[in-house]
């Protein structure tokens, strides 16, 4: 059985590759890459597979996934500039497919030995664009 | 794995009617979207493209490519137009959802290459709303 938790951040970033010039990140990056950056209002799904306990009725307690959320996502991204603040970033572009993986990693670890399997990390970036990581 | 998903919107009228079909046959198939002069939807066109984020520039596939692909073949050719008359797929096939939706697909897919290059990333799935109440995907 699969269960979902929501959490929100908004959070600046600016994606463009140093050593590319103007013409070429706005090729691959369009608005995203104007060099002092812009934010978004981020909304991540996290998905958890595990057995329905029969006492608790619950596959996990929401609570402590909603404390590991705040711990690894909310809390260090909230409000920051992606690029300088929350690491990978200063050396790994911040598009929503690397913050989704870099996200992924972060629930990754937190799961591990807890029988609780993490199966889909989905983070909007806006209404209109999300990225999908799974297993 | 990762994938990333875009959403778009294309709004557009249609008349769900088979030539093939008594009219009886019509109405009790189809009912309201039978009605002989056509009506109209706010479509929602969600492409969902997998693929490794590139190393360097952490992209599935830059965005404005895909806007592209999808501005040429899919919005231009179906935004503010009746389907049936207007959109040279439906001459002869009734534009139900599954039917857009696989048309769709079919015209994302055969332009990928010019649009997207040779690169990893793969058209996975093309889904359709007709309303926020019914919709249809198609993993291509």
């Not at chain 1, 059985?1 to 013409?23: G, N, P, Q, Y």
């Given at each position: 059985?699969?269960?979902?938790?929501?959490?929100?951040?908004?959070?600046?970033?600016?994606?463009?590759?140093?050593?590319?010039?103007?013409?070429e990140n706005h090729e691959l990056f369009g608005e995203e890459a104007h060099p002092n950056g812009h934010g978004h209002n981020y909304t991540l799904e996290v998905s958890v597979e595990g057995e329905l306990d029969p006492v608790t009725g619950?596959?996990?307690?929401?609570?402590?996934?909603?404390?590991?959320?705040?711990?690894?996502?909310?809390?260090?991204?909230?409000?920051?500039?992606?690029?300088?603040?929350?690491?990978?970033?200063?050396?790994?572009?911040?598009?929503?497919?690397?913050?989704?993986?870099?996200?992924?990693?972060?629930?990754?670890?937190?799961?591990?030995?807890?029988?609780?399997?993490?199966?889909?990390?989905?983070?909007?970036?806006?209404?209109?664009?999300?990225?999908?990581?799974?297993? | 794995m990762t994938s990333i998903t875009r959403r778009y919107s294309f709004s557009a009228s249609h008349r769900?009617?088979?030539a093939e079909l008594s009219s009886a046959e019509n109405t009790r198939l189809f009912g309201k979207c039978n009605n002989p002069f056509g009506h109209g939807h706010d479509y929602v066109l969600e492409v969902t493209v997998a693929g490794d984020p590139d190393v360097v520039s952490g992209l599935?596939?830059?965005?404005?490519?895909l806007d592209e692909l999808v501005a040429?073949?899919?919005?231009?050719?179906?935004?503010?137009?009746?389907?049936?008359l207007d959109v040279a797929q439906f001459a002869n096939l009734v534009p139900t959802t599954e039917n857009v939706t696989q048309v769709?697909?079919?015209?994302?897919?055969?332009?990928?290459r010019e649009y997207i290059g040779e690169g990893m990333a793969r058209l996975e799935k093309v889904r359709i709303e007709e309303t926020g109440r019914n919709s249809c995907e198609i993993y291509v």
């Open positions: 059985m699969v269960i979902t938790r929501k959490a929100e951040f908004s959070a600046s970033h600016v994606c463009r590759i140093d050593s590319l010039s103007d013409a619950m596959v996990m307690n929401l609570k402590e996934l909603k404390d590991i959320l705040e711990e690894e996502i909310v809390e260090p991204m909230d409000h920051r500039f992606l690029n300088r603040e929350v690491p990978p970033f200063d050396k790994v572009v911040p598009t929503t497919a690397n913050l989704a993986k870099e996200i992924w990693r972060r629930l990754e670890n937190r799961l591990v030995g807890s029988g609780k399997a993490l199966v889909r990390v989905r983070v909007h970036e806006t209404p209109e664009l999300y990225v999908d990581v799974t297993p | 769900l009617h088979s599935i596939v830059p965005i404005s490519w040429d073949k899919i919005l231009r050719p179906f935004r503010n137009r009746y389907i049936n769709a697909a079919d015209l994302l897919g055969r332009d990928w």
